[in-house]
């Protein structure tokens, strides 16, 4: 019998605003949070800047870099901001990122002028490089923040992307179409954002869903060959100085962006709480951390083999064999010291390349292996399913104290450089001891 991962029900399940690709108009499912939150079956509606077409036009050689030139995605990562950067109350958000679906956003003028400038397939052909990072405010998570900077091989034509997008929000007023069932009626206007480079444009996104009113705001600079863009969204009203504060300093570091070398790597895309701070990481060990409510975080990577239930399970994914032969078990252990229950949210680990993966919890990658070798699965994993189940942390109560297994997978120990266990409601950054 197979199962799922138990979920307490007042458990954090942070909400955010994936990204959609260049030229493509979205429709983002929101995560359920606390309170209102809750039940709200929430989208949100993100238009991004296009690149139509063009040739690549990278810069002639022996000329001095300047801001505009088309930047590698390591230069850009320059111009992310870090949580010390940020507006007081946000945070680093690790949870994993959600995949966009397009949407039917009816017949309207300017739901037609959208539909057409979302089918633009040339935009994605002309993105030399992008990075983002994304912030929430922490425990109830009910406001976001994401900032993408991105480097399009063709000026002209991104120039001309963003003159049409601008005339398309001058002439789109409202918006009505159904989301999960749910009809929703968008309110779409220009917004006052900081003027940095050679174009800016700021939209603001204003919906209800049931009872719940939303807003999503979006900052758009274009310097050159590179958009740097901050979007803000949030139940109620969107936090838009947060916006234009982060418009202000990512823009500022994007200027300086072209004097890093073209070949330096992607910054961590889950930088430390601080840029002072002192936490060691990267490769295996026992890394350590406590969150701000007192509940006391070990991690080992790997899982010890003497890690109740992982000695078993190492043997059976090496029987089940592909590539469950290479998955790193790792061990996470919490100790509640709080006067407040305090939850296992996941695991979150970042590569020397900014990838981050989100750790499978034992339960389920073990579901997983079913479908790659079911009679390995048949004879021994459905019991060390049944168990991990039994096992597994949903809930810890005051001063309690448990342990439970994650699966890594695509990203090899030695190359983690970050490592991020949300507890309590909180993603906390671990160091090695």
């Known amino acids: 019998m197979k199962h799922t991962a138990p979920t307490p029900s007042n458990a954090r399940q942070p909400h955010r ?30 238009v991004a800047l296009t690149a139509c077409g063009g040739s690549d036009v ?8 300047s801001p505009g030139d088309v930047l590698t995605a390591g230069q850009l990562s320059t111009a992310l901001l870090s ?41 994605d052909k002309n993105l030399a490089a992008e990075v983002k990072r994304t912030f929430n405010t922490g425990k109830d998570s009910l406001s976001s923040l994401e900032q993408s900077v991105s480097s399009s091989k063709d000026e002209d034509a991104l120039n001309d992307g963003l003159d049409k997008l601008n005339s398309i929000i001058d002439d ?22 900081p003027e940095h480079g050679d174009d800016t444009l700021g939209i603001s996104m204003k919906g209800q869903i049931s009872a719940f009113p939303f807003e999503i705001a ?15 969204a949030a139940l109620g009203e969107a936090d838009l100085p947060a916006l234009r504060a982060a418009m202000d300093g990512g823009f500022a570091k994007l200027e300086k962006a072209h004097t890093v070398a073209k070949d330096a790597p992607v910054t961590s895309a889950a930088p430390a709480a601080a840029p002072s701070s002192t936490l060691r990481s990267g490769g295996p060990g026992a890394y350590s951390g406590t969150s701000e409510d007192g509940v ?20 059976y994914l090496n029987r089940v064999g592909g590539a469950y032969a290479d998955v790193t078990l790792v061990q996470v252990a919490l100790t509640n010291n709080s006067s407040e229950e305090a939850y296992l949210g996941g695991v979150t680990v970042v590569g020397k390349d900014g990838t981050q993966i989100e750790l499978q919890s034992l339960v389920e990658l073990l579901n997983a292996t079913d479908d790659s070798n079911p009679d390995a699965y048949s004879a021994t994993g459905g019991d060390l399913n049944s168990k991990a189940s039994d096992a597994q942390i949903s809930n810890l109560k005051p001063r309690a104290k448990g342990s439970q297994l994650y699966a ?23 160091g090695l001891e």
């Open 58 to 65: 990278s810069g002639a050689g022996g000329r001095e870099s």
């Open 296 to 315: 006391a975080i070990q991690l080992a990577l790997p899982a010890p083999s003497s890690a109740p239930l992982a000695g078993e399970v190492a043997a």
């Open 83 to 123: 949580p010390a950067e940020m507006p007081h109350g946000y945070v680093l958000d690790s949870s994993p990122d959600q995949n966009a679906t397009d949407t039917d956003f009816g017949t309207s003028e300017c739901a037609t002028e959208l539909e057409k400038f979302a089918k633009t397939d040339d935009g």
């Open 218 to 232: 979006l900052g758009i600079n274009r310097l050159g060959h590179n958009v740097h863009m901050v979007s803000v």
């Open 17 to 46: 605003f994936g990204r959609p690709p260049l030229g493509r108009i979205a429709v983002l499912s929101v995560r359920r949070g606390r309170g209102a939150a809750a039940v709200l079956g929430a989208v949100a509606v993100a």
């Open 408 to 430: 890594l997978r695509g990203i090899k120990p030695a190359d983690v450089v970050d490592v991020y266990v949300n507890a309590g409601g909180a993603d906390v950054q671990l």
């Open 172 to 193: 789109c007023g409202q918006l009505t179409f159904s989301a999960k069932g749910q009809p929703v009626t968008l309110k779409v206007s220009k917004l006052d954002v």
